[in-house]
């Protein structure tokens, strides 16, 4: 059972309107002022946003990482008073929190964040996803997502998360290549093992809808594995835009909720203070 709270959005015919993954310029890939998100946000007429700035684990020295986690938190502070209209919420996007485990739980337990997202934009051994030359020959595609997927399975049996990201990231890439014959179904075993885990963990999985913008053309994860989470027992959802650029907030939301809908879920959820809480959708 979930143990939340639904909010005001139960009593309304329309949904709040949120966005729950986003990068300020504190993340050094975001031309996003985090003044330009907010105003963003309130032209779209979102009502909930967190800002979850990266702190790659395994990138940066820990100390750099406390400094870039705790600009994040001072954004919000202004940003709250800037925007009262707007609910602000302080989160992080940690990646590859197995690989160095005691930096991410550092980072969980020196600040109070609302909300704690899990990726992993490269497996270790490997260059990220972004830099990785796929069409060398010589270059084995299917043993680096199988060792992709048993780090992921990992970081979901023990991480300290709330929202397991972008479940399928590395199929975002591999759209690019379209000459490339990959069987993803063969996969499917070891995500299922990610999804028992963090259905029985009580986690989150999160609908990021950057794919929409994207070559792969749908969000991450798309129907196939949002169905299945689901038929396994999932009941918590999050959905974020990952935006990078003032104009992408909050963009695929309505459509993610729409897919959420279809898939058999009936909340979505945000984290205030690590808890989560529902809306009706």
């Known amino acids: 059972m979930m143990n939340s709270m639904k909010e005001k959005g139960d009593f309304m015919s329309r949904p709040l309107l949120m966005d729950n993954h986003m990068h300020t310029t504190v993340s050094g890939d975001s031309r996003a002022p985090a003044e330009e998100l907010c105003r963003s946000a ?34 919000c502070t202004d940003m709250r008073c800037q925007f009262p209209q707007l609910t602000i919420l302080f989160g992080t996007e940690i990646g590859q929190m197995v690989q160095f485990p005691r930096r991410a739980q550092q980072i969980v337990e020196e600040f109070p964040l609302d909300f704690v997202l899990a990726s992993l934009h490269n497996t270790k051994g490997y260059d990220d996803f972004s830099a990785i030359n796929y069409l060398d020959p010589a270059f ?25 990201a972008h479940l399928t990231y590395p199929f975002r890439y591999l759209a690019n290549f379209p000459e490339l014959t990959v069987d993803k179904n063969q ?3 070891i995500i299922d ?65 729409a897919l959420a809908q279809a898939c058999g879920f009936t909340h979505i959820a945000y984290y205030r203070q690590r808890k989560p809480l529902l809306v009706k959708l």
């Open 42 to 75: 309130v032209e779209k007429g979102f009502s909930i946003i967190t800002f979850t700035d990266h702190c790659e684990v395994d990138k940066v020295p820990e100390d750099f990482n406390r400094m870039l986690v705790s600009l994040t938190q001072q954004l």
């Open 140 to 164: 084995n595609i299917a043993a680096m997502f199988e060792t992709h997927y048993r780090e992921m399975l990992v970081m979901a049996q023990t991480g300290d998360f709330d929202s397991l």
């Open 193 to 257: 093992e990610i999804l028992k885990a963090v259905v029985a963990r009580g986690k989150a999985l999160e609908i990021n809808t950057s794919g929409l913008r994207q070559k792969i053309g749908e969000t991450l994860p798309g129907k196939k594995f949002l169905t299945r989470y689901r038929e396994l027992g999932g009941e918590l959802l999050t959905i974020g835009s990952d935006a990078h650029l003032p104009g992408d907030l909050g963009a695929g939301v309505e459509q993610g909720y």
């Open 187 to 189: 996969f499917d075993d």
